[in-house]
Structures are given as C-alpha cells and as structure tokens.
C-alpha cells in the first residue's frame, strides 16, 4: 500500500506568518507518508514573485517523502476564461513556475495506479502545452488496461453539478470539465481531486470521486455546495491496486 498526502492551497511566502504554521501543522496531523502531492495555491503571489514561489519549494523540500506538485492561479495567473484577468497566465509566469519546481505536471505510477497531476491554467490558452497535455492523459486513459487513473488539479472539475453553466474563476472551463467528464465515463478515471475552493468535500458523480482537498492556509467563509466542509486540513489517500481509500486529517 502506498500512503500519499495532499496538501493543497499552501499559500506561503518569504517571510514567517500564519500560512506557515498551518502547513507545518497540517504536515504533522498527516503523519508519516510515502508520497506528498501539493495541488497549487503553493504561494501567496507567485504569479509576480518568483521569490514566493521559491519559499514554497524550500518549505516542501524539508518534507521527508518525495514532493509533486502542480501550479494554481497565486503561482502562475488565471486561464483565459477565468474573468479575473490582473493575473492572466503567461508563458512567461508558467516558466518561472517550471524553472523553481522542474515541472507543472506529474505522471506517477504506483503497483496497479497512474497519478497525473494537471496545469489547469493551460485550458482555453491554445497552447502547444495545452494540446500536449491532453494527449497524455487521453493516451493514458487508452492504455490503461487494468491500471486504475487518478487526477489531481487545482481547480475542481465543476462546482454544484457537472451539467452547470460555466462556472469560471471557481471551476474549470466548462469545455475542459466535458472533456474530462468524458473521458472519465465508463470508470476510466477512479477520481479527481482538486484544491482552491477551501473547503473540503467528497462526492461521486457516474461512479468517478470527485475530491475537494481543504487549504492548509484558511478555510473559506461559505460553503460553496451542499455538504461542503470548511475547514483547514489535508488528504490522505492509501493506493492498493484495484482499490483507494481517502480520508480528511484537520488541522
Ligand atoms: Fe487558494
Ligand atoms: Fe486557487
């Protein structure tokens, strides 16, 4: 069995406060883990500080198990849907988040898993990265033989019910959120599972997880559905081949 952690919305920075202490709480109410996945948010404005975005990775590399992580709208600007437009991704900003943390995706395989992780940014940009990141999830979807598939993102895949009309800033873009509602179906994709809401919250929809990581920086003042749990913590997730079992820590 393979332990894995998810932290998501870390929001840290240069300089001591209280994001630092809730992650650093939230690490010990995880516990010993074999994997850590971080789902974006890591910084509080790396999208214009780079020296943020580098607090962050000197904070995760002190963790004593190997660290994935992928980008949110604080470490590298909004998607081109998003209607929050002071902060748009770029190239630029999205190079600066691969030239401290080496990548903005991850592809892990575990006995019987295959983990990716997401650049929900790079939906709606018509990037060459975008279209690249695409064919590696469909490819792993078809190849996935008796593999099972999990899918971490910062942004959720929808908000209050997967057939809601574009959700932007909150969610994903509705023509990536049908995209990868179709090629869950059929059991292909075992679970996704997001940050940036805040709040924590685990649901199903057509026999795929739908996960809400909580921040370990704040909790959000509302819930954004129904059943919506607001609260600071983490995920812990036990891998088996075949089977995933996953479970909030507070803290
Ligand atoms: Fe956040
Ligand atoms: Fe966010």
Redo the contacts with the bound molecule.
């Keep these: 069995m393979v332990k894995l952690v998810q932290f998501s ?1 870390t929001h840290l920075r240069t300089t001591q406060w209280r994001h630092q202490r809730g992650f650093s709480r939230a690490v010990r109410r995880a516990g010993p883990v074999d994997l850590v996945v971080v789902t ?2 890591l910084s509080v404005d790396g999208a214009d500080k780079i020296a943020d975005l580098k607090a962050a990775k000197a904070r995760f590399d002190r963790l004593p198990a190997p660290v994935h992580v992928i980008p ?3 470490d590298i600007g909004e998607e081109p849907a998003s209607p929050r437009q002071i902060q748009p991704v770029t190239k630029e900003r999205r190079a600066h988040f691969i030239s401290v943390f080496g990548d903005d995706s991850f592809d892990l395989a575990l006995p019987g898993w295959r983990l990716m992780g997401l650049n929900v940014h790079l939906f709606g940009t018509g990037w060459e990265e975008e279209a690249r990141q695409w064919n590696r999830l469909e490819s792993a979807v078809h190849t996935r033989g008796t593999d099972r598939i999990a899918v971490f993102l ?2 959720p895949v929808y908000v209050e019910a997967p057939d809601e009309p574009e959700n932007v800033y909150w969610a994903i873009p509705a023509s990536a959120r049908d995209r990868l509602l179709g090629l869950a179906e059929g059991g292909n994709i075992a679970a996704f599972s997001s ?2 809401l805040h709040q924590g919250l685990i649901r199903q929809h057509a026999g795929t997880h739908h996960v809400w990581v909580p921040a370990t920086a704040n909790a959000a003042r509302e819930p954004r559905t129904h059943g919506a749990l607001l609260m600071t913590g983490a995920a812990i997730w036990d891998f088996e081949p075949g089977r995933f079992r996953v479970r909030f820590v507070t803290s």
Aim: aromatic content about 0%; charged content about 30%; proline content about 0%.
């Design positions: 919305d974006g948010d949110g709208n604080h910062h942004k940050g940036h």
